[in-house]
């Protein structure tokens, strides 16, 4: 491995890591940024020890944790009893929550969007607030897999490029 190989693995580590940050501050597109940090090594190696096939399998990842991030908030508000108007809530309130708070909106609106929204629709506050719970709880759990799929996919990513015969 010569030196403009050492720099380009550090770049992409250090893209990787930015995206891992992403998980905490939302606004940071999480998943892919470690897939472009993967991507970025390939292209400049040639697709030697990155291969079309793992960057597929790390396509497919990213995906599949942004709809389960997606999905996370609704599951989770669901579970704790939201109603219709609290998923609406929900959707209205992440995006609010974007545009006026920024990554702390990202995590708060959809919780805000759907208490209010479940007061609206008439439920009580104690079961709004069970509705805004569930819907944060739903958001730890997506972020939970993401730092799992992450980290897999990092991991992933320096055995192939130390060409350890482990994995793929």
Do not use: C, D, Q
Request: net charge positive; aromatic share 14%.
């Amino acid at each position: 491995m010569g030196i403009w190989e050492i720099i380009l693995f550090a770049v992409s580590l250090i893209i990787m890591f930015v995206g891992m940050a992403g998980i905490i501050v939302p606004i940071i597109p999480s998943m892919p940024l470690i897939w472009l940090g993967a991507f970025l090594y390939a292209i400049f190696t040639h697709f030697e020890k990155i291969t079309w096939m793992v960057l597929l399998i790390f396509a497919l990842l990213t995906i599949f944790s942004i709809v389960l991030e997606n999905l996370g908030n609704v599951y989770g508000a669901k579970k704790f009893g939201a109603t219709r108007w609290g998923i609406i809530g929900s959707v209205i309130g992440t995006g609010v929550g974007f545009y006026l708070g920024g990554p702390i909106g990202l995590i708060l609106g959809p919780v805000v969007g759907t208490v209010i929204f479940e007061l609206i629709s008439g439920k009580g506050y104690k079961g709004a607030l069970k509705s805004g719970l569930g819907n944060f709880v739903g958001f730890l759990g997506g972020s939970i897999i993401k730092v799992v799929i992450g980290l897999a996919m990092i991991s992933i990513f320096i055995w192939k490029v130390f060409r350890l015969p482990i994995l793929m």
